[in-house]
């Protein structure tokens, strides 16, 4: 199981859940390591030579042009794209490039596309608790009562996103921002380690925004985040390191400040 996994020496293992997953090792500090990634497509380099590092904790932003890359860089980090050439590691030892895309998600990699994926017919508790993990020995008793464990587990997620006062409500009601928590929350209940998140501002209201910015900040640190966004106030608000792609590799990476005074990203994508 473990050769399956790509993993080459667990350091430990964890229950997150009921489930067993492996511990990634972020002993020398990193979560992801993407090095040399290249993806072709008919010929055309959608990632070039891409190498990007992110720290376990790190709420780190990607931005750059259409086209640059961004959401293909997702697609090889969670398996859904292999890449030609290159190596994706999770931690240490967790060789990303050998396992699929429900093994990845298993070992602790959650991911948020740009349109919410709720299920609208229930309620925003019962979405929660259907997220949640359950090895086969409770899958035997989920007609059971319900654990209080994973009531208090719900109620915690509820609270980060706050929904709270709107658990009974069903998902289809709720607004768009809501519905995007919403599915935040889904993938909280997994306990990733790596979040990813593809413009999970686009088509929120300047409030919803600004309560993202605040759920971000305040899930890092715990947890690791790679967020792509256009929003440029959205992003100067929660990043502390910003990595700029641009046709398949990254052409500039630092501090907000130090990316926007740069000619380069001036010109292919921030203007004048
Ligand atoms: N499955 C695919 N088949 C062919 N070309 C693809 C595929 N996926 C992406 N591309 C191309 O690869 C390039 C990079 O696309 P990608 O979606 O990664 O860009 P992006 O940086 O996410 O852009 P945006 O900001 O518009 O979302 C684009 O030219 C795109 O057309
Ligand atoms: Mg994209």
Redesign the pocket.
């Known amino acids: 199981m473990q050769e399956m996994l790509g993993i080459k020496n667990p350091i430990g293992r964890s229950t997150i859940g009921h489930v067993t997953k492996p511990e990634v090792d972020i002993s020398h500090g990193p979560i992801l390591y993407l090095e040399d990634i290249s993806v072709s ?2 010929g ?1 380099k ?1 990632l070039n030579g891409l190498c990007l590092t992110v720290d376990a904790g790190e709420l780190r932003c990607i931005i ?10 997702m697609d090889v980090i969670t398996g859904k794209t292999k890449p030609d050439s290159g190596t994706v590691f999770f931690g240490q030892s967790i060789d990303l490039s050998r396992m699929n895309e429900p093994q990845i998600a298993s070992v602790g990699i959650g991911r948020k596309f740009q349109k919410p994926t709720v299920f609208e017919n229930h309620t925003v508790f019962e979405n929660l608790e259907l997220a949640m993990k359950y090895d086969k020995s409770v899958l035997k008793n989920l007609f059971s009562k319900r654990k209080q464990s994973q009531i208090q587990k719900i109620t915690e997620t509820m609270e980060i996103i706050d929904l709270v006062d709107q658990a009974d409500r069903l998902a289809g009601l709720l607004s768009h921002g809501q519905k995007q928590w919403l599915e935040i929350g889904m993938l909280l209940m997994q306990e990733p380690q790596l979040l990813l998140l593809d ?1 999970p501002v686009a088509g929120m209201t300047d409030d919803e925004t600004e309560k993202t910015a605040k759920l971000f900040k305040s899930l890092a640190g715990d947890r690791s985040l790679v967020v ?1 966004e ?1 929003d440029m106030e959205f992003v100067a608000e929660i990043a502390s390191t910003v990595t700029v ?1 641009h046709e398949g590799s990254v052409l500039a990476e630092g501090c907000m400040e130090d990316v926007h005074s740069n000619e380069r990203v001036i010109e292919v994508y921030l203007g004048r």
């Open positions: 497509f008919d055309f959608a750059g042009p259409n086209g640059a890359g961004k959401t293909t860089m413009e792509v256009h792609l």
